[in-house]
């Protein structure tokens, strides 16, 4: 599995964006797709996944109510929906895959994207 982040870019505070991870091969199936971010000077963190088989979803709770993971299999997409972001939510975003049951722990996701920056202006 090849994952391919995009969407990043500068929004306000309180301001919403939309990020999407593509595979290039083949479709997620039943893989469990993540976000996972990582802000300058502090180490990477979990933010959501998916489960593709079933769609169970799981949250960070820093993020819970404020961003949406969700997707679409026909274009082999997981999306990140951002809401009412906050400077905090700076960083790096990257997506990942793994064949487990969604988990936070980011040495069970055994396929990696490259990140796209997100920055929020406060």
């Known amino acids: 599995v090849q994952l391919q982040a995009s969407g990043g870019g500068l929004v306000q505070a309180g301001g919403s ?7 290039s091969g083949r479709t997620f199936g039943r893989y469990t797709v993540g976000w996972f971010r990582q802000a300058p000077g502090k180490e ?7 489960a593709w088989s079933g769609g169970a979803t799981i949250y960070a709770d820093s993020v819970k109510g404020r961003l949406t993971v969700s997707g679409d299999n026909a274009k082999k997409t997981v999306y990140l929906q951002m809401n009412s972001l906050k400077p905090e939510d700076t960083a790096v975003y990257y ?6 049951l969604p988990t936070v722990a980011a040495n069970h996701y ?3 994207g490259q990140g796209t920056l997100v920055t929020v202006s406060s």
Do not use: H
Request: include cysteine.
């Open 44 to 50: 990477r963190e979990f933010v959501a996944a998916i």
């Open 17 to 23: 964006l939309r990020v999407s991870c593509v595979s």
């Open 95 to 100: 997506c990942a895959a793994t064949y487990r």
């Open 110 to 112: 055994d396929y990696w």
